[in-house]
């Protein structure tokens, strides 16, 4: 059975920190690449981050680049969203999602499977 399970979030300050996990059961972290989404209310979904199966290409939204990263552990079947300086406006229920080719996209519709979110609220 496929399954992805975040954690992670919580209610923070803005300029503190997060950090995001997704655990994947085996089958679905074999050899694909995997993503960060994220939703806020009234919103569409919007891609955060993504990495390769490799982990040697990741690729960041513009609002994020430079205050998150993205990682994983292939050995865990772990992805991490490390989440730096936050900001009231990074604030939304964030979705782990998984793909079964390796290459990182930024395209929601590429990614095969998803977890049930984690809410990150960052207050101002």
């Known amino acids: 059975q496929v399954q992805l399970v975040e954690s992670g979030g919580g209610l923070v300050q803005a300029g503190g920190s997060l950090r995001l996990s997704c655990a994947a059961s085996?089958?679905?972290?074999?050899?694909?690449?995997m993503g960060w989404f994220r939703q806020a209310p009234g919103k569409e979904r919007e891609f955060v981050s993504a990495?390769?199966?490799?982990?040697?290409?990741?690729l960041y939204a513009d609002s994020v680049k430079g205050r998150f990263t993205i990682s994983r552990d292939n050995a865990k079947s772990t992805v991490y969203l490390q989440m730096n300086s936050l900001k009231p406006e990074d604030t939304a229920v964030y979705y782990c999602?998984?793909?079964?080719?390796?290459?990182?996209?930024?395209?929601?519709?590429?990614?095969?499977?998803w977890g049930q979110g984690t809410q990150v609220t960052v207050s101002s």
């Open positions: 990495i390769s199966w490799s982990g040697d290409s990741t």
């Open positions: 085996r089958r679905t972290f074999s050899s694909g690449a």
């Open positions: 999602a998984a793909r079964l080719l390796p290459i990182a996209t930024t395209l929601p519709n590429y990614y095969n499977y």
